[in-house]
């Protein structure tokens, strides 16, 4: 399982990114995630998906702020951030998986390789 992504950044408090990650093994792999890791933290799920059933879910810390979504006719998850703020700022990877535990980093198997995300 191959995951790539892409469209992290930097931007002012308030504005807006989306990250995108493509899943080559997008229907083998249906629990998808997005984490976080800031410096000196340890890697947080901000939001996960189930490809085939379209649940979402969403950490507190993000929910109202951040969307993830799918387009299945291209394998890829979206994670929409609007409202950014300074304390977003981290890398964000993009994980995939075959058990429901959305939040947990030893749950999923195939990641990305990190994008980004800088807020000032």
């Known amino acids: 399982v191959q995951l790539v992504e892409s469209g992290g950044g930097s931007v002012q408090a308030g504005g807006s990114l989306r990250l995108s990650c493509a899943n080559s093994?997008?229907?083998?792999?249906?629990?998808m995630s997005w984490f976080r890791q800031a410096p000196g933290k340890e890697r947080e799920g901000v939001a996960g998906?189930?490809?085939?059933?379209?649940?979402?879910y969403y950490a507190d810390s993000v929910k109202g702020r951040f969307t993830i979504s799918q387009d299945n006719a291209k394998n890829t998850v979206y994670l929409q951030m609007n409202s950014l703020k300074p304390e977003d700022t981290a890398m964000y990877y993009c994980?995939?998986?075959?058990?429901?535990?959305?939040?947990?980093?030893?749950?999923?198997?195939?990641w990305g390789q990190g994008t980004q995300v800088t807020v000032s």
């Open positions: 994980a995939a998986g075959h058990v429901n535990r959305w939040y947990d980093p030893s749950a999923f198997p195939y």
């Open positions: 093994q997008y229907t083998r792999a249906p629990y």
């Open positions: 998906i189930y490809t085939r059933g379209r649940t979402t």
